[in-house]
């Protein structure tokens, strides 16, 4: 099992022999990030800086539609949102959850050419302990990550 020994095994399984331990070992595998968000003086307005790793698609006009900021979860996390304004007449907003081992920056030049091809904009956010995110990968953050992107959604 992808050359795993004895003793890595057991340390996956055994320590702390809980359920909700063993899956969030499994389950969540955040990459290294590929972005970070730098706060300008006045706290108000973030810069999105993205690695060469994040493999951006677009000129600096399409950047230039994105708006991040970081908001707060019930469990105190800070959590990276982004919204990417993909079209001047976009009637809809889409909440896009991503999948696991991506973040933000990884997603970024995705959101623009989903939300151009179906006329709406993209609102998205980093699970806590992805990307720029604080807190740890978990069953109950990953909960509390929503509810605060949404919440952030209808309050922005």
């Known amino acids: 099992m992808n050359n795993l020994s004895f003793s890595e095994l057991c340390c996956l399984f055994c320590c702390p022999p809980c359920p909700s331990k063993i899956a969030s070992k499994l ?50 996390n800070r959590v990276a949102c982004m919204f990417v304004r993909c079209s001047p007449n976009a009637k809809f907003t889409l909440l896009f959850s991503h ?8 997603m970024s030049s995705f959101y623009i050419g989903l939300g151009s091809r179906i006329n709406c904009n993209v609102f998205s956010y980093d699970y806590s302990g992805y990307g720029a995110s604080s807190g740890k990968p978990s ?5 509390a990550d929503i509810d605060a992107a949404w919440q952030a959604l209808r309050t922005r």
């Not at 081992?101 to 990884?106: H, I, N, R, S, T």
């Open 27 to 76: 389950a969540f595998l955040p990459p290294d990030p590929t972005y970070t968000l730098i706060c300008d003086e006045s706290s108000s307005r973030w810069t999105l800086h993205l690695s060469e790793r994040a493999d951006w698609q677009y000129s600096a006009r399409e950047k230039d539609a994105i708006e991040c900021f970081m908001t707060r979860t019930s469990r105190g």
């Open 139 to 143: 069953e109950k953050n990953l909960y």
């Open 99 to 106: 999948g696991n081992a991506v973040d933000l920056g990884q």
